[in-house]
Every structure is written in structure tokens, then in C-alpha cells.
């Protein structure tokens, strides 16, 4: 039976990918205007999101031709390159994933354990269908919305809204550093989902796309001016998981204790889905090769990332994100923009071609 995934399911599905560290891991340098680099991110999501739908319905139409069958050599060349990108963000999620449960509930768990449970997790996300994947996403978004509006809720009353203000105190340059990481490593990165998901699209979807990654933008700005309002600055930029410190100052009763769990079940359940959507451009290839080649494919990915989140223990992830942030603009944004530009006018000079009078 064929895979197929709606646009709604898409939509869902890109939600839970952009929300994976994003609405709980601080952009630092932002100060206080990081919720205006995520509401910049919003208006960024609409472009490179279509952007990548198009790729992908460009790379449909010229598959059945004999150039088309380049097109996929190429692509499959491509998929190692990209391959490599995504054990990288692999590991470096895993590690903000070890951070984060040791710095907050798991004090005293060895890192150990945390990786073999992500790896485990992030392996059955990988290898399982499409459509499969898609209806755990829906139900992910599910909780993840409600989590999220409760989490708002909660902390209304006590919530400064003068302390997102006055924006700009110190310059631009401190926001637009946030609005380069978030673009390169949450927004970026949605190449993999969108590309690999694709074949199993049905009708038009484009727009579920760019609805689906505003959303998350969305949610993500309204997540961080309330950390700020909650925190207040400069206290906020001292934090290292912001959304989860924050909802630790919140208390509505002695009944509703301990809200910030509420902000952590949504990483840890966004986390390990954003990890294998970015692997299943990598097991979509190797299955393509050889039938039932994505276990190994995934088997040996996830095996990769766990042994470099073991080796950098002791690195900041945040200076490798750093690092990683120019590489990920390149091959995820700047390279696929410049692809897209090549494929359209090859379309259009086609088109052209074909409806253009005979010569007499």
C-alpha cells in the first residue's frame, strides 16, 4: 500500500519539527527582543517553506525524463552530503537533550542513559512509515497545543508586560545574531522533513506548509515574550533552557504544583521527532538502494550521533551551534535557493519553447 500523508498532516507534522527545542532552548545574545527574532522567523518560514515545496514538485515532474533520471543520481549523490548534515544535528540535539534532563529533572542519571533512550526512540522514528510517522506527529501537535495553552494560562496573571520593553536597548545587532541561529538551525533544517516526506504528499500542500511553519513561529514568539515577562531582564539571558526556568516561578495554587513539567513533556516528545524527521532523507535513499536498507541506514545514523554526543560532553553545544550556523544557511538555504532558481527557468524556457510559433 502506498505511503500518503495529507496537508494537514504536514502541517502538524512541521509544528512539532520547528517546536523541537525551539519554544524551550533560549536564543542567547537576543537579550530582550528574542521573541521579536522569532516573530522576524514567522515572516522568514513563508518564503524558504515554499521554496522547498517547490523543489520538491520540481523534482516530481522531471523524474519520468531522461534528464529526470540524472536528477536522481545527482539526489542520490546529494543524499550522502545531506546525510552527514543530519547525523550532525542528530548529535547535536542529543546533546541539548542530555543537557537539558540533567540540568532539570534527571540530575544525577549518567548521560548514558539519555542517549540510549533518544537513540532508541529516534531509531523507530526513523524506520517506520511515512504515514505512520505523520499520525504520531498529529497526535504529538495535539498535546503539544495543549501543553502549550496551559502553560500560557498558568502564568497570565503574573506576567510584566513592560518588561518586553523598550526594544532595541542594545542595538540590533544582538537580535539579528538570534534571528541567524534560528534561521539556519530550526528553520533550515526543515528541508529534511519537507524533502524527504514529499513522495507520500497528496494534492496541493504548499500552503498546509508555510501554515504549519508560521504556527510554530507563532507559538515560539509568544513562548519567549512570555519568558521574558516572567524572568524579566537581564535574567533571562542567564538561563540555558529559559521556557523551563520561567514556568518554575509560576505558581496558581498549592494543588498545581511543578508547571515547569508542563514545558519539558513538550521538548521531550518534540525533541526525538525533530532528531528522525532530519534522518529520513538519509533512509529514504538507502531504501531506494536496497529493499529494507533504511534499518541500516538509521541503525548506523543514530549510532554516529550517539557516539559524538558521548565524545563532545564537555563542549558547549551552543559554541557548535554556533559553529554550524554559516555551513547550515549554505546547504540547507543558499544552495536548494539556487538549485530552485535553475529548475524554474529550466521550466519556463520549456514552456516557452513548446508554445513558441514554428520557424518559417
Known sequence: MKEQITGKQLAYLLLVFLMGGGATVGLRNADRDSWIAYALLMLLSAPVLYMYHRLAVLRAEYAADARGKTFERLSAAAAGVYG?????????????????????????????????????????????????????????????????????????????????????????????????????????????????????????????????????????????ARDIMLLGYPLISLYRFPAYTAMEVVHVSELTQRLEMLTAIVYVMCQPVK????????????????????????????????????????????????????????????LPAAYWAALELRRLLRKNKKTSPPFE
Not at 540535539?93 to 529516534?122: G, K, N
Not at 529514504?284 to 558521548?310: C, D, F, P, S
Not at 554559516?326 to 538555504?333: D, E, K, Y
Open 84 to 224: 552527514l548534515a543530519a547525523v550532525g544535528m542528530n548529535a547535536l540535539m542529543l546533546d541539548f537533550f542530555c543537557d537539558f534532563l540533567s540540568s532539570t529533572a534527571l540530575t544525577h542519571t549518567s548521560r548514558l542513559m539519555p542517549v540510549v533512550f533518544m537513540s532508541v526512540t529516534v531509531f523507530i522514528l526513523a524506520v517506520c512509515r511515512s504515514d505512520a510517522a505523520a499520525r504520531i506527529c498529529t497526535v504529538i501537535f495535539v498535546l503539544t497545543l495543549l501543553f502549550a495553552v496551559l502553560a500560557l494560562a498558568a502564568a497570565l496573571p503574573q506576567l510584566d508586560f513592560g518588561a518586553v520593553l523598550p526594544v532595541f536597548e542594545n542595538g540590533v545587532a544582538g537580535m539579528t545574531d538570534a534571528l541567524f541561529t534560528a534561521a539556519a538551525m530550526q528553520l533550515g533544517f526543515a528541508f529534511f522533513p519537507v524533502t524527504a516526506l514529499a513522495p507520500a504528499l497528496k494534492g496541493k500542500w504548499g500552503g498546509y506548509a508555510v501554515c504549519g511553519g508560521a504556527a510554530a513561529c507563532l507559538i515560539m514568539t509568544v513562548h519567549s
Open 275 to 334: 532528531a528522525a524527521l532530519c534522518l529520513r532523507l538519509l533512509t529514504n535513499a538507502a531504501e531506494k538502494r536496497r529493499q529494507g536498507g533504511r534499518y541500516a541506514a538509521a541503525a548506523a545514523a543514530v549510532a554516529l550521533a550517539a557516539g559524538i554526543t558521548m565524545l563532545i560532553k564537555n563542549v558547549d553545544g551552543y559554541r557548535i551551534m554556533r559553529a554550524a550556523r554559516m555551513p547550515a544557511i549554505i546547504l540547507l538555504i543558499a
